[in-house]
């Protein structure tokens, strides 16, 4: 059954904070949040945003994704995806298994081309597509690392690792957050196998986003700490993609710092990710995945300060911020929700769906099953008497 307005996170927050048998204020405190914070969240009057649901999950002893409801099961279905999960779950459990006597692997060069071309769908959000290849491509990567031997095997290592962050984005997108740690711990064990550091640090990164969505920052702080360390230990003879991954690594320690409340930290970072920026001198989006360069460094400027709650100055920034062609979907979608609900929150609601609307244009499959999406959706429609007839019609797109 499609999500009512009145499910929305808002509602679970305070059923768990009721189980819990605390008050509003007592959640509050717990969680180092403002009461008044808690009780426009929980009607639904304030964006649900990541920052107060990991503190409110990390008091409440629960997953944010318990909260957001993820993941979109009916929606899911009315786009075939949830048939997808339990293939790739299963590819996923082949790591120890040995070869597959019914697979014969192709060469090594055809397997890691389309492995290149699922990174790119997956840069893209073209979920369904990448979904309905990824188990296969999985399959045959084990058995070919299973009987392949030096240079051959850990090239093959190389492309699995590279599956296998595909299948982290795969399943984290769509909410299964278990599935995608569960991703994230076989890309480290095949990029050691590849022995390659920048690899090892890639992962990082995204064990470093779902430490944040947990509200861990200290923790996700040491681990990019350990992914600097692992990319000085690369052989320097990939400068582009040394520097595109520390810059990275810098973006994701801004982000950590903004949801700490610590704006010379995130000054700081920023500096850093735009000195290795500007020594590129270019955006590279396909330079070890990571679609950094100086637009990435420009956007993460919008979105620190949107995490500090420094609206207006986000906003404009973002009146300087221009995105080349080409430049990732999966990017630019956050981007245009992150937007949304900065506008949702200084109350410009018109200005907020026209973000929203663009996140859907640019990209559909992500902005479907986002949960900020969703929220801030939600709230839009709560704060208006009657909401106007395209609003409802994207609410009824997310399942709401």
């Known amino acids: 059954?499609?999500?009512?307005?009145?499910?929305?996170?808002?509602?679970?927050?305070?059923?768990?904070?009721?189980?819990?048998?605390?008050?509003?204020?007592?959640?509050?405190?717990?969680?180092?949040?403002?009461?008044?914070t808690v009780a426009k969240v929980e009607a639904g009057l304030s964006?649900?945003?990541?920052?107060?649901?990991?503190?409110?999950?990390?008091?409440?002893?629960?997953?944010?994704?318990?909260?957001?409801?993820?993941?979109?099961?009916?929606?899911?279905?009315?786009?075939?995806?949830?048939?997808?999960?339990?293939?790739?779950?299963?590819?996923?459990?082949?790591?120890?298994?040995?070869?597959?006597?019914?697979?014969?692997?192709?060469?090594?060069e055809q397997i890691a081309a389309d492995v290149k071309a699922l990174c790119?769908?997956?840069?893209?959000?073209?979920?369904?597509?990448?979904?309905?290849?990824?188990?296969?491509?999985?399959?045959?990567?084990?058995?070919?690392?299973?009987?392949?031997?030096?240079?051959?095997r850990r090239r093959a290592s190389e492309s699995l690792a590279w599956a296998y962050w595909v299948s982290y984005e795969f399943a984290y997108r769509l909410g299964y957050h278990h599935l995608a740690a569960l991703a994230l711990e076989r890309m480290g064990w095949m990029a050691e196998q590849a022995q390659d550091p920048l690899l090892l640090a890639v992962r990082l990164?995204?064990?470093?986003?779902?430490?944040?969505?947990?509200?861990?920052?200290?923790?996700?702080l040491r681990i990019i700490e350990r992914g600097h360390a692992l990319v000085e230990q690369s052989d320097g003879r990939r400068p582009v993609e040394e520097l595109a991954v520390s810059g990275s690594l810098h973006l994701a320690s801004a982000i950590a710092a903004a949801q700490a409340r610590n704006g010379d930290q995130v000054t700081g970072y920023l500096g850093l990710a735009r000195r290795a920026a500007d020594e590129i001198g270019r955006d590279v989006p396909t330079a070890y995945w990571t679609s950094f360069g100086k637009t990435n460094v420009q956007?993460?400027?919008?979105?620190?300060?949107?995490?500090?709650?420094?609206?207006?100055?986000?906003?404009?920034?973002?009146?300087?911020?221009?995105?080349?062609?080409?430049?990732?979907?999966?990017?630019?979608?956050?981007?245009?929700?992150?937007?949304?609900?900065?506008?949702?929150?200084?109350?410009?609601?018109?200005?907020?769906y026209r973000s929203l609307r663009r996140a859907r244009e640019v990209a559909p499959q992500q902005a479907r099953y986002h949960p900020l999406m969703r929220e801030t959706i939600g709230t839009l429609v709560r704060r208006q008497r009657r909401a106007s007839d395209s609003l409802s019609s994207m609410a009824a797109w997310v399942g709401m």
């Open 205 to 220: 990164t995204k064990r470093s986003s779902m430490l944040l969505r947990r509200g861990d920052n200290r923790m996700s």
């Open 47 to 108: 964006p649900a945003t990541p920052t107060v649901v990991a503190a409110l999950a990390r008091a409440l002893q629960v997953d944010t994704a318990v909260l957001y409801g993820q993941p979109y099961i009916s929606e899911m279905r009315q786009d075939h995806l949830d048939r997808l999960i339990s293939p790739l779950s299963e590819a996923l459990d082949l790591h120890d298994l040995g070869p597959d006597p019914d697979v014969r692997p192709r060469a090594t």
């Open 1 to 36: 059954m499609p999500q009512s307005p009145q499910e929305h996170t808002g509602v679970r927050i305070a059923d768990y904070r009721k189980i819990r048998q605390m008050t509003q204020t007592a959640l509050a405190q717990r969680a180092f949040l403002a009461r008044s």
């Open 120 to 152: 790119a769908r997956s840069c893209a959000t073209e979920y369904k597509g990448v979904g309905t290849e990824l188990p296969g491509l999985v399959g045959e990567l084990t058995t070919a690392v299973a009987l392949l031997s030096g240079e051959e």
């Open 299 to 352: 956007h993460y400027e919008v979105a620190t300060r949107v995490e500090l709650g420094k609206l207006g100055e986000a906003v404009k920034e973002a009146g300087q911020l221009r995105f080349p062609a080409g430049h990732p979907k999966m990017r630019l979608g956050r981007y245009y929700m992150e937007m949304g609900r900065a506008y949702a929150q200084m109350g410009r609601s018109d200005a907020s």
